[in-house]
């Protein structure tokens, strides 16, 4: 059961683009669509972005997007708000029958 | 409004005991998956147990197995973990998940488990 590998952190200036990624292996990210994105600011109970690789849950801002090929899934987020800067973690569902999070990514937004 | 109100945590001395709850409101409780998801102070998500729908199927992490039983009672609306053999390893904020994967993911506010002598 070792964590989802994901870059400890990015950085973007307002209005550019930024892309997380989340590598795992075939017996997690590889193996089904069920992999999701959550936020967490720095106090706060992680929240929902992306589930099912490229859903958005409903209020969710559409500069968020996610995307699947093969053992790795991304997150990418379109013109950067100063409200974006937080943590971010990729979640998969692994054939073990249990979840594996990301290491998570500190998003800096400069 | 949905909420999941955690409760249940505090200090404890290596090798103890504490039981978690959660108290969920605003939605059917009985319909969902609900899991435990834990975070280390500055460390990342670490997911520990989850239980289906009726309380028949639960899984666990490889770190807590056997140690930790999560469990729910439906009428109650209440969802539960308790934590026996605990170790200093286990001090984090516990949060209760409704749905985790799926487009009704939803997390409470934690609790505060904290293991020391």
């Known amino acids: 059961q070792s964590a989802l590998t994901q870059p400890a952190s990015v950085s973007g200036s307002p209005g550019q683009s930024i892309t997380i990624s989340c590598t795992g292996t075939i017996d997690d990210v590889g193996n089904d669509n069920l992999v999701s994105w959550y936020q967490q600011h720095p106090g706060k109970a992680p929240k929902v972005m992306i589930y099912?690789?490229?859903k958005r849950p409903s209020g969710i801002s559409n500069r968020f997007s996610g995307s699947k090929s093969g053992n790795t899934a991304s997150l990418t987020i379109s013109g950067l708000q100063a409200e974006d800067e937080a943590d971010y973690y990729c979640c998969s569902y692994a054939i073990s029958s249990t979840l594996i999070f990301g290491g998570g990514t500190k998003l800096t937004v400069l | 409004e949905v909420r999941l109100v955690e409760s249940g945590g505090g200090l404890v001395q290596p090798g103890g005991s504490l039981r978690l709850s959660c108290a969920a409101s605003?939605?059917?409780?009985?319909?969902?998956?609900m899991h435990w998801v834990r975070q280390a102070p500055g460390k990342g998500l670490v997911w520990v147990s989850r239980?289906?729908?009726?309380?028949?199927?639960?899984d666990y992490a490889d770190s807590v197995k056997g140690r930790f039983t999560i469990s729910r009672d439906n009428p109650k609306n209440t969802l539960y973990l308790q934590m026996n053999g605990l170790r200093a390893e286990d001090t984090a904020v516990y949060y209760c998940v409704r749905g985790a994967l799926y487009r009704d993911d939803f997390w409470g506010q934690g609790s505060l488990v904290a293991v020391s002598s």
């Open positions: 239980i289906n729908s009726d309380g028949t199927n639960t």
């Open positions: 605003g939605f059917t409780f009985s319909g969902y998956w």
């Open positions: 099912e690789v490229n």
